[in-house]
């Protein structure tokens, strides 16, 4: 731990001198070349047209600027005449060269391919006719930062030995309070010297409720693992019991036909009940397929008219409710959208209106309420005892295996609109009272 403050403390001590070293060489960089600007700019007012644009003019004018190179060129960039080499390449390409032909001046900095130096250039457009530019020579920022190496080097020395006494006292001090903690917590409760470490100390003194908050959660785990291991025994054995059934049926008929011992009117009886059962079979099949996908449907969402869907889902239901002398009432109010997709909201309100129909008493009233906040299905059929109220959401629940087998229930549509609202991100919610009815509630 000693080594980490002191390797720490090193590390951000060098790492602060190496960026001040660089930013201060920048800052002093970026000022030299704003200076030697200026400069350039005073020079070239020494400029008049009594220096001839040939070498002995660049020369005169070089000796009066003391000692900058001067060059002249035409309105081209075709060198006429420079103070310090002899030149005769066309400078076009060249940035203050180029800017100047076209903005009148230009600036560049750059090391001279002539001299091999690194220079500042001012480069100045007289009416068109020709060129004018001036350089002195200038530092590079690596040159500045190699210059004041030794001065780095002193002032890092410094603050190195600054960093070692300074490691060394705070280590002392940091860890010390934080040894006598744990030598407490191996005793007991532990009371912190300082404030700052309170927080340390609620931990070990959390540890043991913490130990003993895990155990209650990994029993809790456990009954609800055996709770799913018994929800998955009672599947298993309900659609054993729901398959036998139409597959009994199937196989006994399709023997008796084979059989040919039926007339022509039995015949037709065990079309429709092979048909039938292999229809609730199938049915069967794809409630199981349907529930597991749920899980992993990834296709995207899109707007949902909700209020136009729940209405169309009314209708469709409204013969079979007539038929029982079941009551629709709804409260839909229009223009509802919902982002989900259509063939999941149909499942969703589907499945809660279908119950509501199909668990409702003979002359009952079904209520389906809308708004943007959510939807409810409200009946007055059968009810769900106080004790089953907490299970109804659970896959392959059923409330009474009696009505399960009349309606032709899977126990998987509550279940099935529970994972859409999960994965939806709503809440749904179950009221009810046995032998008064019930109320499902979705929120968005």
């Not at 190496?18 to 070239?44: C, H, P, W």
């Not at 480069?123 to 020709?130: I, S």
């Not at 799913?228 to 196989?251: C, G, Q, W």
Request: hydrophobic content about 40%; aromatic content about 10%.
């Amino acid at each position: 731990m000693k080594w980490r403050i002191w390797l720490l403390s090193l590390g951000i001590m060098l790492t602060s001198v190496l960026i001040f070293g660089f930013a201060s060489t920048q800052v002093y960089y970026n000022s030299a070349i704003d200076d030697s600007k200026e400069y350039l700019r005073v020079y070239m007012n020494y400029y008049n047209e009594s220096y001839s644009p040939d070498t002995e003019g660049a020369k005169a004018l070089s000796e009066k600027l003391n000692g900058a190179r001067v060059t002249f060129m035409d309105s081209q960039g075709k060198v006429l005449g420079d103070s310090i080499a002899e030149v005769t390449e066309n400078h076009l390409d060249r940035t203050e060269i180029h800017d100047a032909i076209f903005n009148g001046e230009g600036f560049a900095v750059r090391s001279s391919s002539t001299l091999g130096k690194n220079m500042i250039y001012y480069c100045k457009n007289f009416d068109g006719k020709f060129l004018v530019r001036i350089a002195v020579f200038t530092n590079s920022d690596w040159s500045i930062f190699a210059k004041t190496l030794p001065t780095f080097a002193g002032f890092t020395g410094i603050m190195l030995a600054l960093c070692v006494i300074i490691a060394v006292v705070s280590s002392h001090f940091i860890l010390s309070p934080v040894k006598k903690l744990a030598e407490q917590a191996k005793h007991g409760e532990v009371e912190p010297a300082y404030h700052e470490l309170e927080p340390v100390a609620e931990i070990l003194n959390e540890r043991n409720r913490s130990i003993k908050r895990q155990m209650d959660e990994i029993r809790a785990e456990k009954e609800l693992a055996d709770r799913a291991r018994t929800s998955k025994d009672e599947f298993i054995s309900n659609v054993t019991h729901e398959m036998n059934t139409p597959l009994t049926s199937i196989h006994g008929y399709a023997e008796l036909l084979n059989a040919g011992g039926l007339n022509a009117e039995q015949q037709s009886g065990a079309y429709k009940t092979i048909l039938a059962q292999s229809e609730r079979l199938t049915n069967l099949i794809a409630c199981i397929i349907n529930f597991s996908e749920i899980d992993n449907d990834s296709l995207p969402s899109y707007e949902v008219d909700f209020s136009a869907l729940a209405k169309e889902m009314i209708y469709a239901l409204k013969p079979e409710a007539d038929k029982r002398g079941i009551t629709i009432n709804e409260n839909i109010k229009d223009g509802v959208i919902v982002l989900s997709r259509h063939e999941r909201l149909n499942e969703l309100f589907g499945n809660l209106l279908r119950n509501a129909v199909k668990y409702n008493k003979q002359g009952g009233t079904v209520t389906v309420c809308l708004t943007e906040r959510g939807f409810s299905v409200e009946d007055t059929g059968i009810g769900i005892s106080e004790e089953n109220i907490g299970k109804v959401f659970s896959r392959f629940f059923t409330v009474d295996k009696s009505h399960s087998g009349k309606n032709g229930g899977f126990g998987l549509g509550l279940a099935v609109a529970k994972k859409i609202c999960v994965k939806s991100g709503w809440n749904i919610t179950a009221e009810s009272k046995l032998g008064e009815g019930s109320k499902f509630t979705v929120e968005f």
